[in-house]
């Protein structure tokens, strides 16, 4: 542990740039794990869908669209509501302004999350980067040294070099395993905006023809 300390204080223009890109994959990571496990997703959709149509089958449109704006920072509620806000126009117009209001909640769900993936590929290189110039440091010492002390120097250099290495692949193994996870819920929630833009102009068109359907468990 010494040994590494001691390369960390010497090895500073190798080693800031590697912690800074850790740092800054810990605050998108933090950030985007609240937004897309915790504040975005709607818990109980399907009964939260359920009880909207109701209201709209009753003729309870506004009803509905308060309900949905007791969810402000939920995607599907707000995709809801937008269609129901535009129930009273021709369907292709209801469509249209779905599909705006779902772009912009994917670009919300989305955004931050490709920087993991960035960060992951730069500290590899910048892990790399330290070790190229620690072996060119290491090479360059020896080559002037006494021969008695050409093999502690070497050991030395190579040391450096590869903590250099493992210090980026510390920060990009991390940072690629949270972009998956993130990514994978990322598009879930992306479907599930699908789905619900499908649940929103069926209550649409049930509303317009009078007609409920019943699914069937």
């Not at 590697?18 to 997703?41: D, H, L």
């Not at 704006?69 to 939920?74: L, T």
Request: proline share 3%; aromatic share 8%; net charge neutral.
């Amino acid at each position: 542990m010494g040994k590494f300390s001691d390369f960390l204080f010497q090895n500073w223009g190798h080693v800031l740039p590697i912690i800074i890109a850790g740092i800054f994959a810990v605050a998108i990571v933090i950030e985007r794990v609240k937004m897309v496990f915790f504040t975005y997703p709607l818990a109980g959709r399907s009964k939260f869908y359920h009880r909207i149509r109701e209201l709209v089958m009753a003729d309870k449109v506004q009803d509905a669209i308060s309900l949905c704006d007791q969810y402000p920072q939920k995607p599907a509620a707000q995709v809801m509501k937008e269609g129901l806000l535009r129930a009273h126009l021709p369907e292709q117009m209801v469509n249209d302004g779905l599909n705006i209001v779902v772009g912009e909640w994917v670009e919300n769900i989305s955004k931050r999350t490709a920087f993991l993936s960035m960060i992951a590929n730069v500290a590899t290189l910048l892990g790399l980067f330290g070790t190229i110039a620690g072996l060119i440091q290491s090479f360059e010492a020896v080559g002037t040294a006494n021969p008695q002390e050409k093999s502690a120097l070497l050991a030395a250099g190579i040391s450096s070099a590869m903590n250099a290495t493992m210090m980026g692949l510390g920060v990009a193994i991390p940072a690629m395993v949270a972009f998956s996870f993130i990514m994978n819920r990322t598009n879930r929630m992306v479907s599930e905006l699908d789905q619900c833009t499908l649940e929103t102009l069926d209550i649409i068109r049930q509303r317009a023809y009078g007609v409920e359907t019943k699914r069937v468990a």
